[in-house]
């Protein structure tokens, strides 16, 4: 455990670690069963860094317990045993530990022991390491076994603490082996001043625990706390003579997990909390204590403080001076060995080698205002635990960080002259959201409560999409205000990465809800005078950005990404912890769409609010004719979410989902032309009604419907060149529909000089040259429909028919199989009419072609009657019956009975009953149903063979 500077955010498992008086190896060891220690050598020398000798005598003997419900693992810890004895020559901690190994993967770890220690004030000794194979003893405790490594984990951190890891690694271990080891470590940090403070975990990463004991020895007259966050730890104590025993037991313990989502005062519940200060105040005073050496006169600061006082005219402006000093000309760097893990280095020193760690520069900062006439004191803060401290022992392991409080006219800042990307004035600076802190004096007896991030604004964005005219790409230009932590890991990251990797981090939300974006030229950043801030503006083009629903509107992406990051849920997985939520405080974004015309009639403004515990969310959408824009402001006020209360929150997120991330919806027609077009459309209607233009299907009263507004929205000429395309298509398609295919034509023509990479304008080209008998381009556009969508069925079908009237047989025959072996196909019936009538032709069996065919449902819907019919097991009056299902008596369904003409007629051919094949062509003529396939290979093929 040290002070070292922490981002509360960015925990991971080492963060744990230095929550422990120990190292992270040692409190958590997975476990071993205990023997008769076995001695292989006489104490060495300790200047190898290690011993091997034999268990204290004062050491209890422990057992594991059956492992009855211990739940099965690769590796399994069947004891975990700690005993610790408080003596006047340095505390002795000695730990047992038994492993089973159960599967192949549980190997790795279980030949691995790892154990760190800090050599300048502890001894390791090793007692024992044994295999037990079949019930026979292997034993492995050898010298050269055992590898001293100087790791330096937390280098990357700027921060070197001298431990040591004895590793060893077992060979030839085997599956069913269990390994057991134990070793002492001797010896106290001075830092603590005599003073015994620990926190011993009762759960292992490693794997379950069948049995963790912590024992306890401490002179009785010494008062030793305890506290226990976990309900399952048995607690006994008692004394025997000048000894005082706790015993701390816990069974059946499940293997630890880090998540990075819990909270930390959530994941160290498994530790039990060992500390001899009596209160606050007594941490207080020893904290002062280490301030107080620390903090001695150096000309060096004095010369310092009389630049400052000659630079500026007011406390504040002194303030800032020095704090820029501290923060941005002492780098940070901590060489936390021994007692230097808690201990301040005097400030002549840290001004000399012009590096520090937090402890190092608050010591400073406060001794350089105190020279400028400025009350400040050092304090210690819980970086990690943040509010959760409160709830710990009195002890300095409740704290990770170092900063100073400072008095400046009535307010209390406190700063953190660790924070060296930081700007703007002393009040911008301003630590938030750490919960509680104590203060580096005596005469502090409880905890002081820093300002909370509620209300601390943390970013605020505003996006403008700028749209000169709809039918051309617009622009967007992105403005983020980065305030407090967030605008400092945002400089650390610009000064960290490649430009193009900073600026792919900037984009990188924006672009996740508009993926049609392309940023446009460098990010423009700036400091905001006077603020601790960085603005960051960027700009993009919007390429195609709209879509064309229904081709009746355009629609865009419109999404605040700023709250969305914050409220974004990791999984959707119920949860039996705590989850840790975003920094607390404020987040702003406001989303505007501006056009050069005006597009929309009235103007509007409306709005939305969600209150709970967790988060405060408002939303308010207002519209005028050439603008529409979301302004949205979102407060976290909560650290966490209760494992009870997620699924309520997950409910509340899902029901705001929807308001960050939508469509705009845009009207391609002007107000005037809508007018218009409902005027005509009434006109249309009338004229189908009284018979002036006739329609003998509501497909073909919907076709002039639609070719009439596909007309207009053309005119109007607020499309985008893709979507103009799509336009023209369905301009075409209802061209077909109402059987003007030369038309038809030339619209998809059009379509595709516009966008000839588009899978639906080969698809309706496709159709369109099978209606006018062009198959070899009919198979072309569909080859090119299929290249684009390989997933178009429609496209595939329209290449069967080519080919079926091309007299590529086998091709279709091949294809018709391949898109029957979707059962969907075989559901819907047509594929397998159409490889009955293929098969036929090429003189093959239709009925065994089809046989394994049939539909699933009890009642197979149409054409499921077509298909019966030609199978033999239908005649044709029952397939016009049943063609008539649900009609009202004497009412023919005129598509239905297209289709059953012709794919009767088909058969007659087949059958070589040219007169019969006649007279069913011209029923489906008949029909008039010109909008369907049916009805133009019916004219194709009474054409073939003569109306007589």
Same mark, same amino acid.
């Given at each position: ?32 069963? /205990? ?12 200047? !190898? ?68 220690? &800090? ?19 292997? &034993? ?29 690694? %077992? +060979? ?27 926190? +011993? ?110 630079? $500026? ?64 004191? *050092? ?115 610009? /000064? /960290? ?59 865009? *992406? ?125 006109? %249309? ?71 000839? !990479? ?26 090119? $429909? ?22 590529? %047989? ?38 065994? /072609? ?37 009609? *009202? ?9 297209? !289709? ?49």
């Amino acid at each position: 455990m040290s002070f070292a500077r922490r981002r509360g955010l960015q925990l991971g498992l080492s963060a744990l670690a230095l929550l422990s008086a120990g190292s992270i190896a040692w409190a958590q060891a997975p476990a071993a069963k /205990a023997k008769k220690p076995a001695a292989t050598a006489a104490a060495t020398k300790e200047a !190898e860094g290690f011993s091997i000798a034999p268990a204290p005598a004062w050491v209890l003997p422990l057992q594991p317990e059956a492992s009855t419900g211990l739940p099965s693992a690769p590796l399994q810890l069947l004891l975990i045993d700690k005993q610790t004895r408080i003596e006047p020559s340095g505390t002795v901690r000695y730990q047992h530990v038994l492993r089973q190994i159960n599967e192949a993967s549980g190997l790795q770890k279980g030949a691995q022991i790892e154990l760190d220690f &800090d050599p300048s004030f502890q001894k390791l000794q090793f007692h024992r390491l044994e295999v037990w194979r079949d019930g026979k003893r292997l &034993d492995r405790l050898e010298r050269k076994r055992i590898k001293l490594l100087h790791r330096e984990p937390q280098l990357e951190r700027q921060i070197i603490d001298g431990r040591m890891t004895a590793s060893i690694v %077992l +060979e030839d271990l085997r599956v069913g082996d269990r390994v057991e080891w134990a070793v002492s470590l001797i010896g106290d940090n001075p830092v603590f001043g005599g003073k015994f403070v620990d926190q +011993e975990w009762t759960s292992s990463s490693g794997g379950p625990v069948g049995l963790v004991q912590l024992r306890l020895l401490s002179p009785a007259e010494r008062n030793i706390q305890h506290r226990i966050a976990e309900p399952s730890v048995e607690v006994s104590s008692r004394v025997d003579g000048a000894w005082r025993e706790t015993l701390f037991k816990r069974r059946l313990v499940p293997q630890f997990h880090y998540e990075e989502t819990v909270p930390v005062g959530v994941m160290v519940k498994d530790q039990v909390q060992l500390s001899e200060f009596a209160n606050w105040a007594e941490v207080a005073g020893w904290a002062e204590q280490l301030f107080a050496k620390a903090m001695l006169p150096a000309e060096a600061l004095d010369a310092r403080a009389r630049e400052i006082e000659a630079q $500026a005219s007011t406390p504040e402006e002194r303030l800032r001076l020095a704090l820029d000093f501290v923060q941005k000309e002492i780098r940070y760097f901590g060489t936390e060995i021994g007692a230097n893990s808690h201990q301040p280095a005097p400030t002549e020193q840290v001004l000399r080698q012009r590096f520090g760690d937090c402890k190092d520069k608050a010591a400073l900062l406060v001794t350089l205002l105190k020279k400028l006439g400025i009350e400040a004191t *050092p304090a210690l803060v819980p970086a990690s635990l943040r509010s959760d401290a409160a709830q710990r022992l009195p002890s300095p392991l409740a704290f990770d960080h170092a900063i100073a409080a400072v008095q400046l006219g009535e307010q209390t800042l406190w700063l953190d002259a660790t924070r060296s990307q930081q700007r703007g004035a002393p009040a911008e600076r301003q630590s938030v959201g750490l919960g509680v802190g104590l203060l580096a004096k005596a005469s502090s007896s409880e905890l002081s409560r820093l300002p909370p991030a509620r209300e601390a604004l943390r970013l605020e964005t505003v996006d403008t999409f700028s749209f000169p005219r709809l039918d051309q790409p617009g622009t967007l230009r992105s403005v983020s205000t980065f305030h407090g932590d967030m605008a400092e890991w945002m400089r650390e990251a610009r /000064a /960290a990465l490649p430009a193009a990797d900073f600026r792919n981090l900037l984009a990188a939300e924006t672009l996740r809800f508009y993926p049609g974006l392309t940023v446009d030229g460098e990010p423009e950043i700036s400091d905001p005078e006077g603020r601790n801030a960085l603005r960051v503006e960027i700009k993009f083009r919007s390429g195609d950005f709209w879509t064309f629903p229904e081709k009746r509107w355009l629609a865009g *992406p419109i999404a605040l990404p700023t709250l969305i990051a914050q409220l974004r849920l990791p999984d959707q997985t119920p949860r039996t912890q705590p989850m840790r939520l975003a920094m607390n405080g404020r987040y702003l974004h406001t989303v505007r769409y501006e056009f050069a015309e005006p597009l929309y009639s009235q103007p509007s403004d409306s709005r939305f609010e969600e209150r709970n515990e967790h988060f405060e969310l408002r939303l308010r959408y207002r519209g005028e004719p050439k603008m529409q824009q979301i302004e949205g402001e979102l407060r976290l006020q909560a650290e966490q979410v209760a494992a009870g209360k997620w699924s309520n929150y997950r409910d509340q997120l899902n029901k705001v989902a929807p308001r960050l991330a939508n469509t705009l919806t845009v009207p391609v027609l002007s107000s005037e032309d809508l007018v218009s077009l409902r005027r005509d459309m009434t006109a %249309l209607t009338d004229r189908m009604r009284n018979g002036s233009l006739k329609v003998l299907t509501e497909n073909q009263g919907s076709a002039h419907a639609r070719l009439l507004m596909m007309d207009r929205i053309l005119a109007a000429d607020r499309l985008p060149p893709k979507l103009r395309a799509a336009a023209l298509v369905e301009r075409a398609i209802q061209l077909d529909h109402l059987g003007q295919s030369d038309r038809a034509q030339t619209s998809l023509y059009d379509a595709a000089q516009l966008h000839d !990479e588009s899978s639906e304008v080969h698809a309706a080209m496709a159709v369109n040259a099978l209606m006018q008998r062009k198959d070899e381009q009919a198979i072309g556009h569909a080859d090119r $429909a299929l290249a684009l969508a390989p997933n178009d069925t429609g496209a595939r079908y329209t290449r069967v028919y080519a080919r079926y009237f091309g007299g590529q %047989l086998q091709e279709a025959q091949k294809e018709l199989q391949e898109i029957l072996q979707s059962g969907s196909e075989v559901e819907r019936s047509y594929g397998s009419i159409w490889l009955y009538l293929t098969s036929r032709k090429l003189g093959q069996d239709g009925l065994a /072609a089809i046989r394994d065919l049939r539909p699933s449902a009890d009642k197979p819907a149409w054409p499921y009657p077509v298909l019966q019919m030609l199978k033999g097991s239908l005649d044709l009056d029952g397939a016009l019956a049943m063609a008539r299902d649900g009609k *009202p008596e004497g009412q023919a369904d005129r598509g239905r009975d297209c !289709e059953l003409y012709f794919y009767a007629a088909q058969k007659a051919l087949l059958d070589q009953d040219l007169p019969k094949a006649r007279n069913y062509l011209k029923k489906s003529l008949a029909t008039g149903v010109v909008e369907f396939n049916e009805y133009s290979m019916a004219q194709r093929e009474l054409d073939r063979i003569g109306a007589r």
